[in-house]
């Protein structure tokens, strides 16, 4: 009877153990899936959270084409640039203009808000959403240059040096004309420069009203969801769509991060080399 009782006692010890083994194997296994299906979704922070900029990897959302992408966690202070000689490298903003031009129009009177018409003249330009009348919101977000053009005509020359000094954008040269200096002309900015004029209308420290910077940021707004606001403006050098820009900024409950992206194509190009990258990395959408 002992002996039976010593054989059941190790048989049972035996199961126990194999038992505990089979667990363990299926914990590290279900481990595994879950760290391949975060992969495979792009999750490369801890816990699902956004990957610290320093080790973003930006080279293979370019496709092969030359450009550069800036970007800075305003909560950290850190910054990620890839293509560092090139984001050191002024080139006309082209249409993200458009978010300094509208800072200055308003800050001068030139324009009273968001919702000021400007009547169209009845020119067919080069895209249909153009061929109508525009408001200041509007077009922004259809890009509408005459809108601007007329926006900076009625700033004037003096006004918009002003601005242009105040805001310390870019070589601040509008000697090509008051309605084309930023169009593959006179005006300059980099990157780098791009990203800095961003973050201090971001963090409302422009030397303006804050009326003001609040009603450009709402024009900007491009994506919105429960815990995170994405910003944007493109620009695309229209002569031989040679350049592209994207810039903006991604809000969010905790964290907020800067961007500026510019290469060898358009702005559409440029904005889909840059979301591919936040969401690629976990910033988009941000948590």
Do not use: C
């Not at 006692?9 to 595994?32: E, Q, S, Y």
């Not at 458009?98 to 308003?106: D, P, R, S, T």
């Not at 895209?127 to 919101?137: A, K, M, V």
Request: proline residues 2%; glycine residues 10%.
């Amino acid at each position: 009877m002992k002996m039976k009782i010593e054989m059941e006692i190790r048989g049972g010890t035996k199961m126990m153990r194999k038992r505990m083994v089979l667990t363990v194997l299926v914990l590290l296994f279900g481990a595994a899936v879950q760290a391949a299906a975060a992969k495979d979704k792009g999750e490369t922070g801890e816990a699902g959270r956004p990957l610290p900029v320093k080790k973003i990897q930006a080279e293979q959302a370019f496709e092969g084409r030359t450009g550069t992408f800036v970007i800075k966690d305003l909560h950290s202070g850190d910054t990620y640039v890839y293509n560092r000689e090139r984001a050191e490298t002024p080139f006309t903003p082209e249409s993200t203009f458009k978010v300094a031009n509208a800072l200055i129009g308003l800050q001068n009177g030139a324009v009273r808000d968001e919702y000021d018409v400007k009547r169209w003249d009845g020119t067919i330009r080069e895209f249909e959403s153009w061929n109508r009348d525009h408001t200041l919101g509007s077009a922004m977000r259809e890009s509408a240059i005459w809108y601007y053009q007329a926006l900076a005509r009625d700033i004037g020359a003096e006004h918009m040096q002003q601005g242009l000094d105040s805001l310390s954008y870019g070589n601040r040269d509008l000697s090509g004309g008051i309605d084309r200096f930023w169009l593959d002309s006179t005006l300059k900015i980099t990157a780098m420069e791009q990203v800095d004029f961003l973050e201090k209308l971001v963090r409302e420290q422009l030397p303006l009203d804050r009326p003001v910077m609040k009603t450009v940021k709402r024009m900007m707004i491009q994506e919105e969801g429960d815990t995170y606001t994405l910003y944007g403006k493109t620009g695309t050098r229209l002569s031989d769509y040679g350049l592209g820009w994207y810039v903006g900024f991604l809000t969010g409950e905790k964290r907020s991060y800067v961007f500026a992206a510019n290469l060898e194509g358009s702005g559409t190009e440029a904005k889909a080399a840059v979301t591919g990258i936040l969401k690629s990395h976990g910033l988009l959408p941000l948590q």
